[in-house]
């Protein structure tokens, strides 16, 4: 018996080893999302630009749409920003922002100066949204089919590579299921 317990080192050694190896292949920005397939969580935000005008989940059905998490305090953001904005001009799909846990002031200024490519913009300042979206941090963004079902995630800025492997064949996916079920988009 004292023998076996001489091994228990090497065999917790192993055991962690194995576990570590896997995590070499695993990709960050995959995440799994617990919410994938279910409708986006019933919340009540104020619209960033206008404080004191509510608006709920309600208000982003009917089309597909990106739902995209940002703020001002986070550089991928910055590092995401101008590849929205041109998107945005593509007019190709609705962006929802989630203003995630700012400075209301401090997003409008960066909005005007940077421009802004979301249809609408939700604060989130308690980050109440975030968590019941399962955020890990910003950005992230989900993509949300026309019956307000959530379809994917994806943790991390979106490039022109990221868009035009991941995100755009599924949305043009989405889009056509909504135009096969007689939705706008």
């Not at 080893?17 to 995590?23: D, T, V």
């Not at 009540?44 to 739902?67: C, I, N």
């Not at 939700?122 to 992230?140: H, N, S, T």
């Amino acid at each position: 018996m004292k023998k076996l317990v001489l091994f228990l080192p090497l065999a917790i050694f192993l055991v962690m080893g194995i576990f570590l190896y896997q995590g070499l292949f695993l990709n960050p920005q995959q995440l799994d999302s617990a919410l994938e397939g279910k409708p986006i969580p019933a919340f009540q935000l104020e619209r960033l630009e206008t404080p004191g005008e509510m608006l709920t989940e309600a208000d982003m059905k009917g089309q597909v749409a990106l739902l995209n998490v940002w703020a001002t305090w986070c550089p991928a953001c910055k590092y995401e920003h101008p590849f929205l904005t041109m998107l945005s001009r593509r007019n190709i799909v609705p962006m929802y922002g989630i203003n995630y846990r700012d400075d209301r002031a401090a997003a409008i200024k960066e909005l005007k100066r940077e421009g802004d490519p979301y249809t609408t913009n939700f604060f989130d300042k308690d980050g109440r949204l975030g968590l019941d979206l399962g955020v890990y941090g910003a950005p992230e963004t989900f993509v949300v089919d026309h019956n307000g079902i959530i379809r994917f995630r994806y943790a991390g800025p979106i490039d022109q590579n990221i868009w035009q492997n991941t995100l755009y064949p599924m949305v043009q996916q989405l889009q056509a299921e909504a135009k096969a079920e007689g939705a706008t988009s």
